[in-house]
């Protein structure tokens, strides 16, 4: 590997040279076994060897389309894509997807048609031994392949990785079928193509589900989140974080907003400098860019100690309503702001704002309540 990292003139350290390699490391191996497997399969007629000829051809264009998409997604902002290039490696993801399933559904529709038109075989030891070690082959590139691509967040290569390593499992399949047939002289190599074709057309829409998650804006990268947290709370002047957004545009670029409670006795400018210290913080070690809402509140005075209670009291009571922030009572109007989080379980949200204002109307009768219920975004 690392005389291929040194030939392609990539880093071994950058996610886009790990990309690259691994992607280029699969193309070769995939071209080979393809010519290999394809050679065989014609001269013992065999559709099912064929197919997998075929099926390792397409792994080396999705390798290629790996590398085209990690090389795009490197591209920098322009005025008209600000925040980068990054999503194209979800598209790439989509493309191998789709790309995938077609061959899967190519090859089903061959294999089918052999049931009806069935051809004579001439199958040796020699092809089984030959087809078994290309599946040894895959399986052991699709592992290496899945590794590579969780240890820099790429679909992409996962899904490659994937496909690799379902393909041999469909390997493991037409050695049985040569097997049954060197055994017993029966050929159940169409159903065998079948069989390969349903592991193929699965590969394709895990990734085809995966991709769309990504493209259609799924809950955020929590453990991220979670630091992001912890970076925040432990900041002198902040009090509390909560409805932090996490937009990804691409597998590691991330914007994001979070509300912040300070104390209402702060003043703009005490606010903004260790805010903005945060913020360049956050940019620096985390690569996010970050924005901050504020929320004033008051946690000092018994009066707002005895308020937080009660309200911890009520939530505790009821299992769906993870927690509260954003308190705040401004004596002058008289009204209290608050707001619940809440869970995605199924639960009356108009009942629980009329609990919740009962609740609140016997303790402060004479107070208007602003209440907030949401949920969070990662």
Sequence with gaps: MKLLYKIMRQSSDSREGVITVTSALGIIINIVI????????????????????????????????????????????T????????????????????????????????????????????ISYLTLIIVAVTAVIKLFLGLYTIKKGKSVDSDSLTGIGIECRNDSYAAGVTIFSVVVFLVFNVSIDAYAGIVTALFIMKSGFEILRSSLADLLGKSGNRELANQLYKEIRATEGIINAADMMLHNYGPDAYSASVNVEVSHEKTVGEVYQYLHELQLRILHEYNVTIVFGIYAVDNKTEASKKMREEIAEFVRERSYITGYHALYHDKKANVIYCDLLVDYSDFDWDGLRNEFEEYMRALYPEAKLELVIETEFV
């Design 79 to 122: 005025k008209k894509h600000p925040f980068g290039y990054g999503r194209v490696e979800y598209l790439t993801s989509l493309v191998i997807a789709l790309l995938i399933m077609y061959m899967g559904i190519e090859i089903l529709m061959t294999s089918v048609n052999l049931i009806f038109n069935p051809t004579e075989l001439s």
């Design 34 to 77: 393809s010519i290999i497997k394809i050679i065989i399969g014609a001269g013992v007629s065999s559709i099912a060897i064929i197919s997998e000829g075929i099926h390792s051809a397409t792994d080396a264009v999705t390798s290629v389309l790996a590398i085209v998409g990690v090389k795009l997604a490197g591209k920098k902002p």
